[in-house]
């Protein structure tokens, strides 16, 4: 049964730093490529990283780029989601993702 669960949320202030984690089992972690989403009151959920099984491709919302790093530990079937640079615009509930399987979610609040 493939289960991902994402931990590492919380409030910050702005310009602060969070590292989410997704921990993932049930599937050959390493053959598939992850993602991040993040979903925020009345908004649509969106894409915010991506990575492939090896690491070596990755992509990122526009409104990110810069500021967030995905990476993957293999070893650990673990992706992670590095965010500096807060905004409040950031503040959402993230989601771990690959092919139609999600994350509970974990809540990340950027606030002063």
């Known amino acids: 049964q493939v289960q991902l669960v994402e931990s590492g949320g919380g409030l910050v202030q702005p310009g602060g730093s969070l590292r989410l984690s997704c921990a993932a089992s049930g599937f050959p972690f390493t053959l598939y490529s992850m993602s991040w989403y993040r979903q925020a009151p009345g908004k649509e959920r969106e894409l915010v990283a991506l990575i492939n099984s090896g690491g070596r491709i990755i992509r990122y919302a526009d409104s990110v780029k810069g500021r967030f790093t995905i990476s993957r530990d293999n070893a650990k079937n673990t992706v992670y989601l590095q965010m500096n640079s807060l905004k409040p615009e950031d503040t959402a509930v993230y989601y771990c993702?690959?092919?139609?399987?999600w994350g509970q979610g974990t809540q990340v609040t950027v606030s002063s």
């Open positions: 993702n690959f092919l139609s399987n």
